[in-house]
């Protein structure tokens, strides 16, 4: 069974650092990118960060630029997202999702940022950033 699995979440202060993981089961994450989105209560969905299957593309959110680093380990097929320096505007319910994508010429950034170019979803993790 094919599934995406969010872990790290929680309540932080404002300036705290979380570690969001997502692990993958029942497929190999190798020839897929990932990417991490948010949504915030009454807002759509966002992305977040992304990071290529093979070639280590990394892109990032503005808002979150220097702050957040995307990670992945091969051997554990899982990925990461280490968020810093949090603010009240982080909080959200955060999304891992995997796109196939066996080779990685030509995809840009609009294509790791549109939520079509994913075919596996996890069900999220909720991040709470308040004092």
């Known amino acids: 069974q094919v599934q995406l699995v969010e872990s790290g979440g929680g309540l932080v202060q404002p300036g705290g650092s979380l570690r969001l993981s997502c692990s993958a089961s029942?497929?190999?994450?190798?020839?897929?990118?990932v990417g991490w989105f948010r949504q915030a209560p009454g807002k759509e969905r966002e992305a977040v960060s992304s990071i290529s299957s093979s070639d280590g593309t990394i892109y990032y959110a503005d808002s979150v630029k220097a702050r957040f680093t995307v990670s992945r380990d091969y051997d554990k097929n899982t990925a990461y997202l280490q968020m810093n320096s949090l603010k009240p505007e982080d909080t959200a319910v955060y999304y891992c999702a995997a796109a196939p994508q066996f080779n990685t010429r030509g995809f840009g950034r609009d294509w790791y940022f549109n939520v079509q170019s994913y075919d596996y979803w996890g069900r999220g993790t909720q991040v709470t950033v308040s004092s």
């Open positions: 029942g497929f190999s994450m190798s020839y897929y990118a």
